[in-house]
């Protein structure tokens, strides 16, 4: 069974920091890549971060930067601090494997961590 749980959201003021953690299950976890994806109100959930069984990173270019993607394979956990924040940064975070996103019709999301950045 397929469980992804993601925290660490909440309201920062621009400039500030969060944290975010997601549990992933271990069937979507294990050997794969990970990412975070974000979806604002009206737009389209993007892919702004990954990150390779291995570790090895990568971002969009609106991130790069200011987001740290890492995970602990240990622990099924994939990590996202996320500093110098900007209102448009406002989302909603999402965690999950890039590869079934790709490949499902209908992939499975958990509930996500609201992220706002206002004054």
């Known amino acids: 069974q397929v469980q992804l749980v993601e925290s660490g959201g909440g309201l920062v003021q621009p400039g500030g920091s969060l944290r975010l953690s997601c549990a992933a299950s271990?069937?979507?976890?294990?050997?794969?890549?990970m990412g975070w994806y974000r979806q604002a109100p009206g737009n389209q959930r993007e892919l702004v971060a990954s990150?390779?069984?291995?570790?090895?990173?990568n971002y969009v270019s609106s991130v790069k930067g200011r987001f740290t993607i890492s995970r602990d394979n240990a622990k099924n956990t994939v990590y996202l601090q996320m500093d110098s924040l900007k209102p448009e940064d406002t989302a909603v975070y999402y965690c999950?494997?890039?590869?079934?996103?790709?490949?499902?019709?209908?992939?499975?999301w958990g509930q996500g961590t609201q992220v706002t950045v206002s004054s």
């Open positions: 999950n494997n890039p590869s079934v996103v790709v490949v499902s019709p209908y992939p499975y």
């Open positions: 990150i390779t069984y291995g570790g090895m990173p």
């Open positions: 271990g069937t979507i976890f294990n050997a794969y890549s």
